[in-house]
T-cell receptor
């Protein structure tokens, strides 16, 4: 069985501050991990993904995430928050050979001016 | 810029009416997913198809929901009869082989059943 846990349904940061959104997973097979962003009234857009290889992955809009197998984590970070980063972020997991994604419940990021 | 398209973007209907939502996956993507998003339940997988054949529809209420892929460029999700609890945003997503690649999401259909 697979599961994704996002710690914190709502995170607030000041503009210019570090963004850290936490994601832990459980998987019986090597995982493929994804972060998606959803802006209001829009679909989900891929930020970044980890499949194999380098454990630090860089995505769009200055975001990056590090796959830590020992901690079963895939936390999303951005050094300096921008007002335009305010959105909901979803961590998702699939296993090699699987078509299905298991999503976390999402973390809504607010950026305070 | 290839993208998944969905129609209609918004639909308001009365309880008991039939609702049909349409999705055009990205050309060349052979696996298509239907999701439902609500505040209470978050994102739920309803069904998905590979090469137009249903692989899993266990997330769908069978008595009122049906999903089909008449051809490789069109996926449909029907609700008959609709109920207020079906009010949600319905997303379509597509992915190309091999499995494990990222899914590309459409903009969604916001359904309101009164």
């Amino acid at each position: 069985a697979q599961s994704v846990t996002q710690l914190g349904s709502h995170v607030s940061v000041s503009e210019g501050a570090l963004v850290l959104l936490r994601c832990n997973y459980s998987s019986s097979v090597p995982p493929y991990l994804f972060w998606y962003v959803q802006y209001p009234n829009q679909g989900l857009q891929l930020l970044l993904k980890y499949t194999t290889g380098a454990t630090l992955v860089k995505g769009i809009n200055g975001f990056e995430a590090e796959f830590k197998k020992s901690e079963t984590s895939f936390h999303l970070t951005k050094p300096s928050a921008h007002m335009s980063d305010a959105a909901e972020y979803f961590c998702a997991l699939s296993g090699a050979g699987s078509y299905q994604l298991t999503f976390g419940k999402g973390t809504k990021l607010s950026v305070i001016p | 810029d290839a993208r998944v398209t969905q129609t209609p973007r918004h639909k308001v209907t009365e309880m008991g009416q039939e609702v049909t939502m349409r999705c055009q996956p990205i050309l060349g993507h052979n696996t298509v997913f239907w999701y439902r998003q609500t505040m209470m339940q978050g994102l739920e997988l309803l069904a998905y198809f590979r090469n137009r054949a249903p692989l899993d529809d266990s997330g769908m209420p069978k008595d009122r929901f049906s999903a089909e892929m008449p051809d490789a460029t069109l996926a449909t999700l029907k609700i008959q009869p609709s109920e207020p609890r079906d009010s949600a945003v319905y997303f379509c997503a597509s992915v190309k082989d091999p499995p494990g690649y990222e899914q590309y999401f459409g903009p969604g259909t916001r359904l309101t059943v009164t």
